[in-house]
């Protein structure tokens, strides 16, 4: 072939892309469903003609998922109200299960509406998208519902045994795929976990037969608490050693036997050794172990179901060309993404597609497209936004020559020793109680807080989660100052003045933060905080659904008393039943912990998670219906404390790890491969050209840097007016795991 036909064949193909045949309206929406699906992590199953994508599509509309979600909000609120009801808000129970029918039916709905564009042949009796669980959830609360209103009608009182399955709606909302991860997690774990505590149980059980044949002949011996014969009933001695493995009753229960003879103490400690600290210990490694391979496959299912969405979408909008390569040209992304973002500009559109184009050929590849969900995520700015506010409204003095030597004073990192130094000084004086520096101090804090709204702007300070810390302390402190001298009534209140001490000793959180190695133990608890929504959410199920129970058995069976109530030996505290007479569950006044209605049950089921006099609690609704009550604290003790927060403790343990491994990593494998294409073309927000002439910022502290930006990074010479905010804070844990594989995964890709 000559070099003429070669140099036709290459302009026909290139024109051939770059003016490719327009696509319909519905192959884009279609194309744009997918993408929306692969950024918002949706698994769509969804049939493909026009009608079920419109159907789909306003199944996602934030409407429709935010009137189920209120739904199922109402629906578990309704415990405050139903029988037994915190005080004084009670309703009448044809109320309560009115509005339960009318959100039952919203729920109903929101599943028929996905029945409408399913791809499932079988819709109702698919196990996926959580159709099946919803389905049955509905039709059982229906007929708890009919049965109990037959049953009131004719005078008959009857169990609402459904309302536990309430917090099962919770995990199935469209918005809780975390949740229903952290549950799926838990299920996944419970096999290997059930191995273990079959074996603790066994050893507990073991321990117990031994302690009845050892003790019961001993008629000498009796408990201290109440006078009872010292372990000569085995289930009673189940019990006790049982809790015994939670350290709650030792060395109490422990001391009748050791007082009668010390040998006796090494049954114990043989029995802690191994109940305790082995099978514990080995509790928490197999939770962790499972815990990190399930979240492995948690994250590499979520990256498959994005990349399958893109790569369905780049199926629509490619072009072949005719030596076979796929390749989609700039106007059909255009269209594209004026679908996706019908809000954003075309030049924002355009600087997406400039950041994705690596090649700069005028089209993008399969594998370049995988990136766009990535790209979406990330918050693009105009650069006037990042201007200081003075810059823009004084440009004149912001730009001479004293204004200058205060941006680069307060950039520079001696500024922030300097402040440091300061919080230590207050701190002494504090401690000293030299009240009367506190106003230097104060208006030295607050001058530092104008100087960084000057040179960085309202918005660039504001985004700093420390600058918004010292910002509240030092108003609040600064409000309590003046109401103080304004109002002596106020000043003379030792809770005003409480409160003013703990804002000023707050202040010593921001030297932590300047020391590198706290600095990833504060990542790691912000990280933390936004992924505890999550588990959050898991104990609030179990506390629910365990608080239902608790007040099905124990409603009514301990009333509180007045705090002022002054009881003798003759007129004990009884919590409103004799059968608590003697017990240490009265004498220590604990008749609030009560299952009378939903607060009061949370607040019971909190103190039994922390486990520190639980056993006393539970004794005490044992004392007032039977010993079989034991069994739902044990069943609650199992599930939440050892299995769900071990999980907790396995996922602050593997965050923690994966926070100090991508703080040692260097930045090519911190950042995605979009993220580093941002940074090289000078599109991080941190390059706006209104820090060009702010000099010498490398020698600042890290925070300091960040605010500011690296003005000695390489820019476009025509760098255009939008720029890209690149998270630089802490992400879920989640977050992070998928942004490692897929960095793991553009590594291996570029291996090939």
């Not at 026909?12 to 696509?23: A, H, M, V």
């Not at 060395?251 to 305790?276: E, K, N, Q, R």
């Not at 780049?314 to 809000?343: A, C, Y």
């Not at 008749?591 to 939903?598: H, M, S, V």
Request: hydrophobic share 45%.
């Amino acid at each position: 072939m000559s070099y003429e036909e070669t140099h036709r064949d290459m302009l026909n193909e290139r024109l051939n892309i770059d003016s490719p045949p327009p696509l319909s309206d519905e192959d884009l929406r279609l194309a744009a469903t997918y993408v929306n699906d692969a950024q918002n992590g949706h698994r769509g199953n969804f049939k493909n003609d026009p009608k079920s994508v419109k159907l789909y599509n306003l199944y996602n509309n934030p409407v429709c998922i935010w009137t189920s979600h209120i739904a199922v909000g109402v629906l578990l609120a309704l415990v405050l109200f139903e029988d037994p009801a915190v005080p004084n808000i009670r309703l009448d129970y044809w109320i309560t299960m009115w509005v339960e029918l009318v959100c039952v039916c919203v729920i109903f709905s929101r599943l028929a509406h996905q029945a409408l564009f399913s791809s499932d042949e079988n819709f109702w009796r698919s196990k996926l998208e959580k159709r099946l669980p919803i389905l049955l959830i509905v039709l059982l609360t229906l007929i708890d519902m009919t049965l109990y209103v037959i049953l009131s009608n004719i005078g008959v009182t009857s169990v609402r045994w459904s309302r536990p399955l309430r917090p099962l709606l919770l995990i199935c909302m469209d918005r809780a795929k975390q949740l229903r991860g952290a549950f799926k997690n838990i299920l996944l774990t419970l096999p290997d976990i059930i191995t273990v505590l079959t074996l603790f149980l066994l050893s507990v059980a073991f321990f117990a037969l031994m302690s009845l044949k050892i003790f019961q002949n001993r008629h000498d011996l009796f408990f201290y608490s109440d006078g009872q014969p010292y372990m000569h009933d085995y289930l009673d001695n189940f019990f006790h050693l049982y809790v015994l493995v939670t350290t709650a009753n030792f060395p109490d229960v422990m001391m009748p036997a050791f007082d009668y003879s010390p040998w006796f103490g090494l049954f114990f400690i043989t029995y802690l050794i191994i109940c305790l600290y082995l099978f514990m210990s080995i509790c928490l490694a197999t939770i962790y172990n499972n815990f990190k391979e399930h979240l492995k496959e948690y994250v590499e299912d979520t990256v498959r179901e994005k990349q399958d969405n893109l790569h369905l979408a780049f199926d629509i909008l490619k072009v072949d060309t005719e030596n076979g390569r796929e390749q989609l040209p700039k106007s059909r992304w255009m269209s594209l993404m004026r679908i996706v973002h019908p809000n954003r500009l075309d030049i924002e559109h355009s600087l997406l597609w400039d950041v994705l184009a690596i090649h700069r050929t005028g089209h993008i590849s399969r594998r370049e497209f995988l990136h766009v969900a990535n790209l979406l995520d990330i918050q693009v700015l105009e650069v006037k936004d990042r201007e200081p506010e003075c810059q823009r409204w004084f440009p004149r003095c912001f730009s001479s020559k004293f204004s200058r030597i205060i941006r680069r004073t307060v950039a520079h990192r001696f500024f922030r020793y300097f402040v440091d130094l300061a919080v230590v000084a207050n701190a002494v004086c504090i401690a000293l109680d030299q009240d009367d520096a506190e106003w230097f101090f104060m208006a030295l804090f607050v001058l530092e807080i104008l100087l960084k709204f000057y040179v960085f702007g309202l918005k660039k300070f504001f985004h700093s989660a420390m600058n918004i810390f010292d910002f509240v302390l030092i108003v609040a402190a600064l409000v309590i100052n003046v109401i103080e001298l304004g109002w002596t009534s106020i000043s003379n209140q030792s809770g005003a003045l409480d409160f003013l001490l703990v804002l000023r000793l707050l202040r010593l959180v921001r030297l932590v933060y300047a020391i590198e190695r706290f600095r990833i133990v504060l990542k790691t608890i912000s990280s933390i905080g936004r992924s505890l929504v999550t588990y959050g959410g898991v104990l609030f199920v179990f506390f629910y659904v365990f608080a239902i129970i608790g007040m099905e058995i124990f409603s009514g069976k301990v009333h509180p008393e007045p705090v002022t109530a002054n009881r003798t030996r003759e007129h004990p505290v009884l919590c409103g039943n004799p059968n608590l007479t003697g017990t240490q569950f009265a004498a220590n006044r604990y008749c609030n912990n009560n299952f009378n209605d939903i607060l009061h049950s949370f607040v019971v089921l909190f103190e039994l998670m922390v486990v520190n006099q639980w056993h006393v609690i539970a004794e005490g609704f044992v004392a007032v219906t039977n010993q079989a009550a034991r069994i739902y604290f044990i069943i609650y003790h199992l599930l939440v404390v050892i299995l769900v927060l071990n999980i907790f403790s396995a996922f602050i343990l593997e965050l923690f790890m994966l926070e100090y491994t991508i703080s040692k990593e260097p930045a090519q494998r911190r950042n995605s491969l979009v993220e580093r294409r941002i940074t090289v073309m000078g599109l991080d927000e941190d390059q706006s050209p209104y820090l060009d002439d702010l000099e010498d910022l490398d020698t600042g502290t890290e925070e300091d840097i960040e605010m500011a930006g690296d003005s000695t990074r390489r820019r476009p010479e025509h760098s255009p007016a939008m720029r890209f905010r690149l998270s630089k804070g802490a992400n879920k844990v989640e977050e992070l795991l998928q942004k490692m594989y897929e960095i793991g995964q553009e590594e291996e890709d570029s291996d090939v």
